[in-house]
């Protein structure tokens, strides 16, 4: 760029900048530039149209008189002096007017206008605002009246003649200290407000760092996106997450791009159903389980979603939380295996003394050996039922085989069977069926489903009370209730209840048995059927499971 060219830059920049931010003297000068300037203009018009003027020794000492000035305004350290030491200028610039209008007054009218602009440097400084008042009548006034009295022309009429123009300045001066102190006073509301507003953007900045500090402290990737779909907040964790889900050849992959896996690690998840697209679509979810990441470096997160909206109610974006859950998910494959090899070491022996034990059985045991091998079948029975719900539970999804089935019948069987263990346990218990109710379910599963409802119905109604089962057609689906008034369940409870092993705080405070997989297995079966079973109950009023089988 050429000298030129950045001088002119540098001007323009100069020129931009407001006048309270230029440094003191650079406002002494800009504030008596115009007279300056308008004096250059009246001595080329002197030399134009009245050059005899030219040789007047006031209108030249007028002339001098500005340069002098304006030398002044330059080479005085005015932020060393007092800082209002400025408002000598334009006291001097009214002498030096005086002088130029008793030189120039018979070649050019209205030189003492030339007043005007000190008064409006006086007014609009702000200081001393009456002082500069008067100085505004007075000082154009002895312009006039002082060549006057030096002449001895005190005549009335004399000095009357030019009183307009002090007249005409004072009211400038009154226009200019008004719209100053106007002026003064919204600098001063807006200084506070923009005071205000550094207070609130520190704060807003101290609390962005402490949030981003927190953010990247935590061990969750958080995400927050806008209605749009654009990310507005990544934390350190969730930008580790997205490049583990980039692939290698792609540097800025977008969501259809992105390894995203579901539960068999293997097959991409569609991208209507990938968790960010979810939230941006408005939807709420918890602990919805992706794959992240291909090979070895795959990792098992769970993604959190909630919605938020701007003061009209209106969607504005969602943020997403991801945890990394890959050691969980490996401890629990890791626990399913183990329960599943147990379970299968045990199946054998248990097998094995079943098997003799029905071979002595039969061989007409005496009187003395009979009811210990009843003992031992029983029991031997029990560990084998418990064996095959470990099994059950491991294998996830069951295979039912369906064919027509009298439901009423499986019902009042299952109900008879346990009438005994009802009786012991003081239950009044009973079953409301139709007389036939035929459905196409696989019969031995349901039967499994029916009697552990019962049972816990009766196990869980430890002090009595009454226990119903009610069978109905129900617009192409059978409805089964188990209702009991036992001790029920707390709502915490109730979200738990066919989780594998869980048992309610009240159950793990009494010497009930139990491991807590007959819930988790029915509702395995149930849902291998196609249908639905739900929970109702109340703590210390009872309970009742429902389930829904199409016919």
């Known amino acids: 760029m ?121 007014c609009a400084s702000g200081y001393y605002p009456r002082a500069a008042l008067w100085v505004s009548f007075f000082g154009p006034l002895a312009i006039i009246w002082v060549p006057l009295l030096i002449r001895g022309d005190v005549s009335g009429p004399g000095l009357a003649k030019p009183l307009l123009v002090p007249v005409m300045m004072l009211g400038i001066g009154v226009s200019v200290s008004v719209l100053t102190l106007s002026m003064t006073r919204q600098q001063r509301i807006l200084e506070e407000k923009d005071g205000q507003l550094q207070a609130s953007l520190r704060s807003t900045r101290r609390q962005e760092a402490l949030l981003n500090s927190v953010l990247d402290t935590v061990h969750l990737g958080v995400l927050a996106v806008d209605a749009d779909g654009h990310d507005i907040l990544m934390n350190r964790k969730q930008r580790a997450n997205h490049e583990l889900a980039s692939p290698k050849d792609i540097d800025d992959p977008n969501e259809s791009q992105l390894l995203v896996f ?201 002090d009595g009370g009454n226990v119903v089962v009610s069978l109905e057609h129900d617009g192409g689906h059978l409805a089964c209730r188990v209702s009991d008034t036992g001790m029920g369940m707390s709502a915490n409870d109730q979200a738990h209840v066919f989780a594998k092993f869980f048992r309610t705080s009240n159950v793990r405070r009494t010497a009930i048995p139990g491991v807590g997989l007959g819930l988790p297995i029915s509702k395995a079966i149930v849902e291998a059927h196609g249908g639905t079973i739900q929970v109702e109950s109340q703590l210390g009023q009872g309970t009742t499971f429902t389930f829904r089988v199409p016919v």
């Not at 406002?27 to 005899?52: C, D, E, I, K, Y």
């Not at 007047?56 to 350290?77: E, G, H, T």
Request: glycine share 4%; proline share 6%.
């Open 262 to 462: 579901a539960a068999d690690h293997t097959t991409p998840v569609p991208v209507e159903d990938r968790p960010v697209r979810r939230a941006v679509l408005g939807e709420t979810f918890t602990d919805y389980l992706v794959w992240l990441g291909a090979g070895k470096e795959q990792r098992a997160i769970t993604t959190s979603a909630r919605a938020m909206t701007d003061p009209d109610g209106k969607f504005a974006g969602s943020v997403i939380v991801f945890s990394d859950v890959t050691d969980l998910v490996d401890a629990l494959a890791a626990k399913d295996e183990f329960v599943s090899s147990v379970s299968h070491e045990f199946r054998t022996p248990l097998t094995s003394i079943l098997g003799y034990v029905e071979l002595l059985l039969e061989d007409d045991p005496g009187n003395d050996q009979l009811e210990p091998l009843n003992i031992i079948r029983r029991n031997s029975e029990r560990l084998l039922t418990l064996v095959s719900d470990l099994l059950a539970s491991r294998n996830g999804q069951l295979i039912v085989t369906p064919h027509a089935v009298d439901v009423a019948e499986l019902v009042r069987a299952s109900v008879s069977a346990a009438m005994p263990r009802a009786d012991a346990s003081r239950v009044a218990l009973k079953a409301e069926t139709p007389a036939k109710l035929e459905a196409h379910v696989d019969g031995p599963r349901i039967s499994q489903v029916l009697d552990n409802l019962v049972s816990n119905a009766i196990k869980y109604s430890p």
């Open 2 to 122: 050429s000298e030129p060219v950045k001088w002119a830059t540098g001007r323009l920049r100069f020129f931009r900048r407001q006048f309270h931010e230029y440094r003191l003297t650079d406002r002494v000068v800009l504030s008596q530039t115009p007279l300056f300037v308008t004096t250059l203009l009246t001595a080329f018009l002197m030399w134009a149209f009245f050059p005899g003027t030219m040789d007047n020794p006031l209108f030249v000492a007028f002339l001098v008189s500005q340069l002098a000035i304006m030398a002044l305004c330059y080479l005085v350290p005015w932020d060393r002096l007092p800082y209002t030491s400025f408002l000598f200028i334009p006291l001097l610039d009214f002498v030096s007017i005086a002088v130029g209008r008793e030189g120039g007054q018979e070649s050019l009218a209205g030189i003492s206008l030339l007043a005007v602009f000190p008064v409006i440097w006086l």
